[in-house]
């Protein structure tokens, strides 16, 4: 069993849609990551937390430490949203390694 | 200020050829990390350093080797390549938090 679990790993949505991509986890983490890697392969970190909920424009990140569980929402969601959005742990300890989820691939259709 | 830059962009090897992969970053970053990413999985960390002069193995090191000589230079070093070495590989380096910052990545095809 992978140790972080995305779900779905294909979403299809229409533009204006609300999204939501989840993750959980089954080890102990520092802080836990969404990132988003365009179909030019470059990968940017989203938002990075380790409690409660972050907001960023149209971007919503929450985990519930206790559940083991994140979400990333989209509000409004846009053509230029697709992408594919990665979740990973950062592990306990000096280098924080981070273990990654193996992706939702997300195309918003105009 | 470029962040982190891979050198070279795209390569392909015959198998059992040699070749090494440089990160570089300008941000004075103590901890630098190789990955590979691989279709339908999640990145898997290769090696890592924690500062100048120090290396560890991630998850899946076999084949691969590493040099950190300058605190601003990772490297990767592929000494008998294979097939099973064909992958895209992500560098990334962090400072004293947690955000990783990612490289563009390089392209390698191994025949």
């Known amino acids: 069993k992978n140790e972080v679990e995305q779900s779905p790993q294909n979403l299809t949505a229409q533009e204006g849609e609300f999204i939501t991509i989840n993750c959980s986890y089954s080890v102990g983490i520092s802080a836990l990551h969404w990132l988003q890697q365009h179909p030019g392969g470059g990968i940017v970190s989203l938002f990075m937390l380790s409690s409660g909920k972050k907001k960023h424009g149209r971007l919503i990140a929450t985990i519930n430490i206790q559940e083991k569980h994140s979400s990333l929402h989209i509000t409004a969601s846009h053509p230029r949203d697709s992408a594919v959005y990665i979740c990973a742990v950062a592990l306990s300890g000096s280098a924080r390694q981070l273990t990654f989820g193996s992706g939702t691939q997300l195309t918003v259709l105009p | 200020n470029a962040g982190v830059t891979q050198t070279p962009k795209f390569r392909v090897l015959k198998t059992g050829q040699s070749m090494t992969l440089l990160c570089a970053q300008d941000?004075?970053?103590?901890?630098m990390y190789w990955y590979r990413q691989d279709p339908g999985m999640g990145l898997r960390l290769i090696h890592y350093?924690?500062?100048?002069?120090?290396?560890a193995k991630g998850e899946v090191p076999d084949g691969y080797n590493v040099s950190r000589l300058k605190k601003q230079n990772f490297l990767l070093g592929l000494e008998s390549a294979a097939p099973s070495q064909t992958s895209v590989y992500f560098c990334?380096?962090?400072?004293?938090?947690?955000?990783?910052?990612f490289g563009p990545g390089t392209r390698l095809t191994v025949t």
């Open positions: 990334a380096s962090r400072d004293r938090g947690y955000e990783q910052y």
């Open positions: 941000m004075n970053h103590e901890y």
């Open positions: 350093s924690v500062g100048e002069g120090t290396t």
